[in-house]
């Protein structure tokens, strides 16, 4: 029905900047919220940021000084534009979205999540 791919991960020195990007596809009326999750080796998935339909943004404390998230509707697309990368910013970074399909159900819905290498 749904489906999120995300891009722009990989290998980055610490320090260096990434931009990831996910693109929405499939049956849909409107996207609610989009957002982003990443999960480090041997960690529980934690959240890093959150764009509403609107424009609002949440973040995670840790990651709202350097990290930013954005949207382009018309796109269905969602970005995570990630500046000063540390070593514990590792992670496989998940997208997810809350979509309304055009069958007007609700669904939340994760991307397959892609992989971020941040070398010290």
């Known amino acids: 029905q749904v489906e999120l791919v995300e891009s722009g991960g990989g290998l980055v020195q610490a320090g260096g900047s990434l931009r990831l990007s996910c693109a929405a596809s499939?049956?849909?009326?409107?996207?609610?919220?989009m957002g982003w999750y990443r999960q480090a080796p041997g960690k529980q998935r934690e959240f890093v940021a959150r764009i509403s339909s609107g424009g609002t943004t949440t973040f995670a404390d840790s990651m709202k000084d350097r990290f930013t998230i954005s949207r382009d509707n018309a796109k269905n697309t969602v970005y995570l534009q990630m500046n000063s990368l540390k070593a514990e910013d590792t992670a496989v970074y998940y997208c997810?979205?809350?979509?309304?399909?055009?069958?007007?159900?609700?669904?939340?819905?994760w991307g397959q999540g892609i992989l971020v290498t941040v070398s010290s």
């Open positions: 499939g049956s849909i009326f409107s996207i609610n919220d």
């Open positions: 997810e979205a809350v979509v309304t399909l055009t069958t007007r159900s609700t669904v939340h819905t």
